[in-house]
């Protein structure tokens, strides 16, 4: 086999360096970018609309830990229920990790399990009843929708000429000092406006950012449940999802607004 020079070897060594270097950076890009999505199962609203919940679960990045968060809201006042929100999380790797085999499904449903468990008192006492109509649904994955603007029947009985229900949110820079002093100064809140029978309401206007939602990055409107009660006023909750600063990317977390129409 021919030997190559001395000069001719080392140029050649350092030329596949560069290329192993080269090719491996999208995968450190595409590494950076990791994050994790909350999937959210929807409760719905007891029979009278007076409340709502929904869930929110996965596998956290960075740990690994299997999650479940269940938020349980008093629509007309727009707040949590105590002792909601209920939170498990499964930070056991000796659990994770059993027999050596990652099982990511067999965690998450484990924690949902006991997390329903431990909510199920508030949600009997609440009378969630699986109510409400998903009027708008608008996945991070459907690339040609407008994340910041949905416009729906509110009802499966609508019809044409009636009025539509319209949703806007805008997001704008809100600087936090928690925030900050981790050296994230790009948090934003947001503003969300409904339009409805010719009256456009603000749902939200944050002028501070509250703790409970991390350090968010961005928001989009991902869903809108309504209901009509039998004997009562018709309701809403508007799911808004929200990147938030993670520790391998922007995760994703979801937040309720309630109230009736």
């Given at each position: 086999?021919?030997?190559?020079?001395?000069?001719?070897?080392?140029?050649?060594?350092?030329?596949?360096?560069?290329?192993?270097?080269?090719?491996?950076?999208?995968?450190?890009a595409?590494?950076?970018m990791?994050?994790?999505?909350?999937?959210?199962?929807?409760?719905?609203?007891?029979?009278?609309?007076a409340?709502?919940?929904?869930?929110?679960?996965?596998?956290?990045?960075?740990?690994?830990?299997?999650?479940s968060e269940?938020?349980?809201?008093?629509?007309?006042?727009?707040?949590?229920?105590?002792?909601?929100?209920?939170?498990?999380?499964n930070?056991?790797?000796?659990?994770?990790?059993?027999g050596?085999?990652?099982?990511p499904?067999?965690?998450?449903?484990?924690?949902?399990?006991?997390?329903?468990?431990?909510?199920?008192?508030?949600?009997?006492?609440t009378?969630?009843?699986?109510?409400?109509?998903?009027?708008?649904?608008?996945?991070?994955?459907?690339?040609?929708?407008?994340?910041?603007?949905m416009?729906v029947?509110?009802?499966?009985?609508?019809?044409?000429?009636?009025?539509?229900?319209?949703?806007?949110?805008?997001?704008?820079?809100?600087?936090?000092?928690?925030?900050?002093?981790?050296?994230?100064?790009?948090?934003?809140?947001f503003?969300?406006?409904?339009?409805?029978?010719?009256?456009?309401?603000?749902?939200?206007?944050?002028?501070?950012?509250?703790?409970?939602?991390?350090?968010p990055?961005?928001?989009?409107?991902?869903?809108?449940?309504?209901?009509?009660?039998?004997?009562?006023?018709?309701?809403?909750?508007?799911l808004?999802?929200m990147?938030?600063?993670?520790?391998?990317?922007?995760?994703?977390?979801?937040?309720a607004?309630?109230?009736?129409?």
């Open positions: 086999m021919p030997q190559l020079q001395p000069g001719l070897s080392l140029l050649l060594r350092t030329a596949l360096r560069c290329l192993s270097v080269l090719l491996f950076l999208p995968l450190l595409s590494a950076a990791a994050g994790d999505t909350a999937k959210a199962e929807i409760l719905g609203f007891s029979e009278d609309g409340y709502f919940a929904f869930e929110q679960y996965g596998i956290e990045d960075g740990s690994g830990f299997p999650y269940i938020f349980v809201l008093d629509v007309a006042n727009d707040r949590w229920v105590t002792p909601s929100p209920f939170l498990v999380r930070q056991n790797e000796d659990e994770i990790e059993a050596g085999v990652f099982d499904d067999a965690l998450v449903t484990a924690v949902r399990t006991e997390n329903r468990e431990k909510a199920l008192q508030l949600l009997q006492t009378r969630i009843a699986g109510k409400g109509l998903t009027a708008g649904h608008n996945p991070r994955t459907e690339l040609n929708s407008d994340p910041f603007r416009v029947a509110p009802s499966d009985f609508f019809r044409p000429g009636e009025d539509e229900l319209e949703l806007n949110l805008n997001e704008y820079l809100l600087t936090s000092d928690r925030c900050a002093g981790f050296k994230i100064d790009d948090t934003r809140g503003r969300l406006t409904m339009t409805y029978k010719g009256q456009t309401r603000v749902l939200n206007r944050d002028t501070s950012l509250p703790e409970s939602r991390g350090c990055l961005a928001y989009r409107v991902e869903r809108i449940i309504t209901h009509f009660p039998e004997n009562g006023s018709p309701v809403y909750a508007v808004i999802q990147d938030t600063h993670g520790f391998e990317g922007p995760d994703r977390r979801n937040l607004i309630t109230g009736q129409l």
